[in-house]
């Protein structure tokens, strides 16, 4: 139900758009957020974004860097990356919650029901 796309390799200082398709269905979901795991560690929270768009919440070390946003005529969330670092390197998820709520809510792993297959997103140094 949720198909993310984008991800590649690309230079240090480079930009990506990752996309995550939903179905309509799913894309009525109140929340929509992006995590990203690296090996050996733990998911975690980058960015997520209100239903209507009007409110989003981003991880401190990608604010100013990274934008999500979101195309309800294409029933898509995008994650737009500029200034990549070494450090971004991950594979990168997008999820759909049924709720919306604090920041400290929506950069939970838990609250969000459905998943996609992940993205890997590699910035070389």
């Known amino acids: 139900q949720l198909q993310a796309s984008g991800g590649g390799l690309v230079q240090a200082g480079g930009s990506m758009r990752l996309s995550c398709a939903a179905s309509?269905?799913?894309?009525?979901?109140?929340?929509y957020g992006w995590f990203r795991q690296a090996p050996g560690t733990e998911r975690e929270f980058v960015a997520a974004i209100r239903w209507n768009g009007d409110s989003t919440y981003y991880t401190d070390s990608v604010k100013g860097r990274f934008t999500i946003s979101r195309d309800n005529a294409k029933n898509t969330v995008y994650l737009q990356m500029y200034s990549l670092k070494p450090e971004d390197t991950a594979i990168y998820y997008c999820?759909?919650?049924?709720?919306?709520?604090?920041?400290?809510?929506?950069?939970?792993?838990?609250?969000?029901?459905?998943w996609g297959q992940g993205t890997l997103v590699t910035v070389s140094s």
């Open positions: 999820a759909a919650s049924a709720q919306w709520g604090t920041y400290s809510a929506m950069r939970v792993v838990d609250e969000y029901r459905y």
């Open positions: 309509r269905r799913t894309f009525s979901m109140f929340g």
